[in-house]
């Protein structure tokens, strides 16, 4: 039998695995959330973290594991933006830390580096591959560089930007794209991580329109996945809401994974690029993982599956990151469905 990581990496390569893949994506807000602890509490322990990122792993019996869950913002924070820690829930920027290109230029990448918390993903990351990197495929999570440039300059002024300031809008891309590479450079480097987890949530289509999405997000999504395709890995990207008017478009991010929102079709989906690249998703994380039943989950992961798993090169996911309140027995029911389903 395959290891999770394997039958997970057939899948990315378009292959069929002997079981179907699954995996519950993110999932720091949950873990921090039923384990007692807030994101702050792991800051300068890295041992610590690194261990509570195992544990969860083989209670969720997923096929991907996601360190750094949740601290997406603090790529920003290490360069000077101020974040808030709230008591549940993913640590937040408090304030846009661009108006200008000269505020752009002023700030230095080197930061990152120093920042306690980055520190303390990297080093727990490097200790969670040495325990688990071999039978579980690590995926570090950051915000795509449309949405950490969303972050950077505000995502009310992205919006009017993205018409009334492009130069400075696409500079700051230019920017989030660099830093996002120099965030997960070190952990390719030392062979701690095959794989890169982004999030561009802003980039979704409940916010931009597709041809913004193919001006301003897909081009630097494109730049980010070849130099990871370069450095020897693969990228898992994840995009929110209804894309539905823009599936074709996705295979152009050279990501080789796209993991789409519950608001889009798995079956459309899977008919139109799935022979291009790897399509997950998407049972809704909040009205089926979150509240029904057992019973519930398991049909309509199975729907899921049989929408889109024959023929490979798909992965079972929720539509989004799961919420702290899904209930343990069902994260066991979607992923129980998975490992005992039949491809045909």
């Known amino acids: 039998m395959a290891s999770r990581k394997e039958t997970v990496l057939k899948a990315f390569r378009l292959e069929v695995p002997e079981r179907v893949p699954v995996v519950i994506y993110g999932g720091g807000v949950w873990t921090m959330a039923n384990s007692g602890h807030k994101f702050e509490d792991f800051i300068g322990k890295p041992a610590e973290y690194a261990k509570l990122i195992v544990d969860t792993a083989r209670k969720f019996d997923s096929d991907m594991v996601f360190p750094g869950s949740g601290y997406n913002n603090l790529q920003a924070g290490a360069l000077g933006g101020k974040i808030k820690f709230r008591p549940v829930g993913a640590p937040d920027l408090e304030a846009p830390i661009v108006d200008s290109l000269e505020d752009l230029e002023r700030l230095d990448f080197n930061r990152l580096g120093q920042d306690p918390m980055i520190q303390t993903i990297w080093q727990a990351t490097g200790m969670v591959a040495k325990e688990i990197g071999d039978e579980y495929l690590l995926a570090p999570t950051a915000w795509g560089p449309f949405s ?93 809401g209804d894309t539905n008017d823009r599936l074709d478009v996705f295979p152009d991010t050279g990501a080789d994974l796209i993991a789409i929102d519950h608001k889009t079709s798995m079956a459309n989906c899977k008919q139109l690029i799935g022979h291009k690249m790897c399509v997950a998703g998407n049972v809704n994380p909040v009205f089926v993982l979150n509240q029904a039943t057992p019973d519930e989950v398991r049909s309509a992961a199975q729907a899921n599956i049989d929408e889109a798993a024959k023929g490979g090169g798909y992965v079972l996911l929720p539509g989004c990151d799961i919420p702290p309140s899904v209930p343990m027995e069902n994260i066991r029911a979607f992923v129980a469905t998975a490992h005992n389903a039949k491809y045909h």
């Open 148 to 240: 950490l440039a969303a972050q950077f300059y505000g995502v009310e002024r992205m919006m009017h930007g993205m018409f009334k300031q492009k130069k400075l809008v696409h500079a700051v891309l230019e920017f989030t794209t660099e830093l996002i590479f120099r965030f997960y450079q070190p952990m390719i480097e030392n062979g701690w991580i095959q794989c890169l987890g982004l999030a561009d949530a802003t980039a979704s289509g409940d916010l931009i329109s597709r041809r913004q999405f193919v001006e301003f997000a897909s081009p630097y999504l494109k730049k980010l996945s070849d130099r990871a395709r370069s450095a020897g890995a693969l990228t898992f990207l994840h995009i929110c």
